[in-house]
């Protein structure tokens, strides 16, 4: 199982930017993904959650702001990411998990086993 994150970018505050993240390597339909990210000496939090039929799960700073969805037949997950701010800046990750169940999972690091190498985001006020 392999997870790829399309690159990052550096963007003004109110901007938008999507990232993407390729997953190789799974079963098609057993798998959770989730959008994480970490900021410079801050602990790895969850962004949003999405389960293997679609339900979703976002932090409470990203709320109405983000939106996390996945394309199955290209086997992509991303984040749109709107009305960016400057405490969005983190190097964001790509990560999932086999699971059956239909709801979207914790916002837990635990929860994933697989991830991705990480994007940057830097967003100037």
């Known amino acids: 199982e392999q997870l790829v994150e399309s690159a990052g970018g550096s963007v003004q505050a109110g901007s938008s930017l999507r990232l993407s993240c390729l997953a190789s390597?799974?079963?098609?339909?057993?798998?959770?993904m989730a959008w994480f990210r970490q900021a410079p000496e801050k602990q790895r939090e969850g962004v949003a959650t999405?389960?293997?039929?679609?339900?979703?799960r976002y932090a409470d700073s990203v709320k109405g702001r983000f939106s996390i969805s996945k394309d199955n037949a290209k086997n992509t997950l991303y984040l749109q990411m709107n009305n960016l701010k400057p405490e969005d800046t983190a190097m964001y990750y790509c990560?999932?998990?086999?699971?059956?169940?239909?709801?979207?999972?914790?916002?837990?690091?635990?929860?994933?086993?697989?991830w991705g190498q990480g994007t940057q985001v830097t967003v100037s006020s």
């Open positions: 390597g799974f079963t098609y339909g057993t798998y959770y």
């Open positions: 999405i389960s293997r039929i679609g339900d979703t």
């Open positions: 990560a999932a998990g086999y699971g059956s169940s239909g709801m979207a999972p914790s916002l837990s690091v635990p929860t994933f086993p697989y």
